[in-house]
């Protein structure tokens, strides 16, 4: 029996991750995983989580390049949640904090920052997520460009030789 069929999946066929950093022991993140995302980590040894608005498994820090190797795996006593020891690769939230737990609270829901951020979301998200279509698109934005600078010279070269046909029949005359 393969670890999945002994899992307990909720209606919507996740069950809760606890994500842990091997080194430090801080507790990185919760994720939820769906069977195959499950399976999709162990074969590949890093933390893949299904994400739906995207329809598909997604290693975790596709877009940052923030990828978890996997060290070990546990199971929790009741077969209702998983903990995964990682290494994290530079940070585990995607606003920049090596834990996405860096918010401490209070009961009145007062937060305060106990974290120093390892990078910049701008600079990580900005970047790569855009990158292919702005770099699309300011192709594109040439391509237009020079086409448009190509008519336009064709156009002085026009302009230029009909005033000047003009210009001269003007004198000639
Ligand atoms: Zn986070």
Redesign the pocket.
Known sequence: MALVDELNFNEKGLIPAIIQDDKTSKVL?LCYMNKDAIEKSFDEGKIYVYRRSLGRLMIKGETSGCIQEIRSVYVDCANNSLLFKVDQHRA????G?F??Y?LKVDKKGNKEIVDQKVFDPKDVYGKEENSPPLVTKSDQWRDLAKIFINFGGLLAISMKKFFNVTFRLNVDS
Request: proline share 0%; net charge negative.
């Open positions: 993140t585990a939230c995607h606003e904090y834990t996405c860096y």
